[in-house]
């Protein structure tokens, strides 16, 4: 016996067929049929198809920020530079949602008449995890991990780019994204760590703490 469909599950299936095509070319019976259920059963937990939408990429977006929620602290890690490593380990583990919100946050024209002023899910998204982005870069320039850069430009950066390896999986069959972030989560840290450690030698060279060693 087939386990019973749940609001969740359906809003999931949606979610991937308003991802695949636009959103006024997918109807309740689509849904259903992917679904392999009776069209009724989608009434009885979402009102329209325009409920079903908010409620597919809500739950989207909330799966995502749960997982985020598991890595905002980078007290759980050994330092800034391992809490970033680890969000782009999450891109990966969760790629098939986030894709989906990427792919139609592309057609905004669509849904934006969809959501309360203020209340757009994607805006959301994209505001919360700048924010992580931004703390875990901070952090790592204050304790000397990271080079001096702007937090808020390379936050965007990041995002952007994993973005791009999302909307990559929808054009190409064969595109390899695990590997691909990989790389690119190596890159970033390159980038970040760059000249560090010879700044640091030269401020030890000559900096207070040689200073001290002389008066002693």
């Known amino acids: 016996m087939a386990p019973k469909m749940g609001a969740d599950d359906l809003a999931r299936i949606a979610l991937s067929l308003f991802a695949e095509r636009h959103f006024a070319s997918v109807t309740i019976k689509d849904i259903a049929r992917a679904a392999k259920i009776n069209s009724a059963m989608i009434y009885y937990y979402y009102e329209d198809k325009e409920h079903l939408f908010r ?96 937090p808020s430009v390379v936050a965007t950066m990041i995002s952007t780019s994993l973005d791009g390896a999302m909307a990559r999986t929808f054009i190409l069959d064969d595109f390899d994204i695990v590997g691909t972030v990989e790389e690119y989560k190596q890159a970033v840290r390159l980038y970040l760590t760059h000249g560090v450690s010879e700044a640091k030698t030269k401020r030890g060279s000559k900096g207070p703490r040689s200073g001290r060693k002389s008066r002693e």
């Open 55 to 150: 409620a597919a990429l809500e739950n989207a977006v909330d799966e995502a920020f749960q997982a985020y929620a598991q890595h905002a602290d980078s007290r759980s890690f050994a330092d800034a530079a391992e809490a970033i490593d680890a969000w782009f380990d999450v891109h990966v583990a969760l790629y098939k949602q986030l894709r989906n919100v990427v792919k139609i946050s592309v057609d905004r024209n669509s849904i934006v008449g969809l959501f309360p002023k203020g209340h757009d899910p994607i805006k959301r998204f994209y505001r919360h995890e700048n924010k992580i982005l931004q703390n875990f870069i901070r952090e790592g320039i204050e304790k000397g991990i990271f080079r001096e850069v702007d």
